[in-house]
């Protein structure tokens, strides 16, 4: 099955340049192994060196690449390569995939009191529970649990195994016991939310959990009780958001990132993979960093100590200096 070069320009916009509009694509393929027929994009100029030995039909590239390019063959001119390229999957795949149909699968468990909208579809094994909403266009692929009273919004995705609304992770103390306390709140998904295979998003403990609109989130993911995440916020595989955290719109968090319960996260923060988030960040940027544990006391310590490493090497290096031009004699100030 195979697309015409200039359909895809119609359907997605941009300009193709050197090459012919009629040229039939068969695939989508990556830059360094595209054959001829298949349309690659570059959108990292790091990767420049691949363009000129590439063998694809075509080559989406943005205007700074454009001469580059042309040297080289055909491609579509677009302000963004790599979201032109996102946009040019959505297509292939409705143009060769088959849609999924709307309904309930026979093996899908749905309470009489839930309600689905007639355009979402329901997978194999899928369980929603009394009270629980699903909106219009959404699809449950199979094995997914929507618990009491959760509400998934319009156009949303969920991935095999995933888990909304299991009991938030709420106990006390009772006498060198544990008392539960009873999850008494739900889970609100909004629109256009994508979910990864086995992620958990737990219900609230008294208020809902909040997931909203345009949000993604990897496979593994462990939302916790009362968390919010704002809008258009992605979380990469195997992260853990700890109970009653707020997580600002736009943010991006890497894999493996670990953000303690109970903090604040502003619009447009950036989490390094592998990161502990352990007090709230009031300002948007880019945090990294981990910290080797060790009995609270000192590991407090020696984190304070670490906070000053580079005013003491600031400090050292004028020093350095100062001994430099006034010899070691020198009276230091």
């Known amino acids: 099955m195979s697309v015409r070069l200039r359909q895809i320009v119609e359907a997605l916009g941009g300009t193709i340049e050197g090459g012919d509009g009629d040229v039939e694509i068969l695939r989508i393929a990556p830059l360094d192994s595209a ?87 329901i997978g194999p094994l899928c369980v929603v529970e009394r009270g629980a909403h699903i909106g219009a266009g959404t699809v449950l692929t199979s094995r997914i649990t929507v618990g009491e009273d959760c509400r998934i919004g319009e ?49 609230g403990a008294l208020d809902d959990t909040v997931i909203e609109d345009g949000v993604k989130l990897d496979n593994l993911v462990q939302i916790g009780h009362n968390v919010r995440i704002g809008r258009h916020t992605a979380v990469a595989g195997c992260t853990g958001v700890s109970g009653s955290t707020r997580i600002g719109a736009h943010c991006m968090i890497g894999g493996a990132a670990m953000i303690l319960g109970h903090l604040e996260i502003a619009d447009g923060v950036q989490v390094s993979p592998g990161t502990a988030i352990t007090r709230s960040v009031l300002r948007p940027g880019l945090y990294s960093g981990m910290f080797p544990f060790d009995e609270n006391a000192k590991w407090e310590k020696n984190a ?26 020198a009276h230091i100030q």
């Open 35 to 121: 054959e001829p027929g298949d349309l690659a994009f570059l959108s990292n100029p790091r990767y420049r060196q691949q363009l000129a030995a590439s063998r694809a039909a075509c080559v989406i590239v943005a205007p700074a690449m454009r001469e580059e390019a042309l040297a080289r063959g055909a491609c579509i001119v677009a302000e963004d390569p790599y979201a032109y390229f996102a946009r040019a999957t959505q297509l292939w795949k409705r143009l060769h995939g088959r849609a999924p149909a709307a309904g309930i699968h026979p093996s899908a468990v749905v309470d009489p009191e839930a309600v689905v909208d007639p355009s979402a579809r």
């Open 155 to 203: 156009r949303c995705l969920l991935h095999p195994g995933v888990v909304i609304g299991a009991d938030g992770f709420g106990f006390a103390p009772d006498g060198g016991a544990w008392t539960k306390i009873e999850q008494l709140g739900a889970v609100r998904i909004g629109d256009d939310v994508e979910i990864g295979a086995n992620t958990c998003i737990d219900r």
């Open 304 to 329: 304070a100590t670490l906070r000053q490493l580079h005013a003491l090497r600031t400090r050292i290096m004028a020093l350095e200096e100062q001994i430099r031009k006034n010899g070691p004699t």
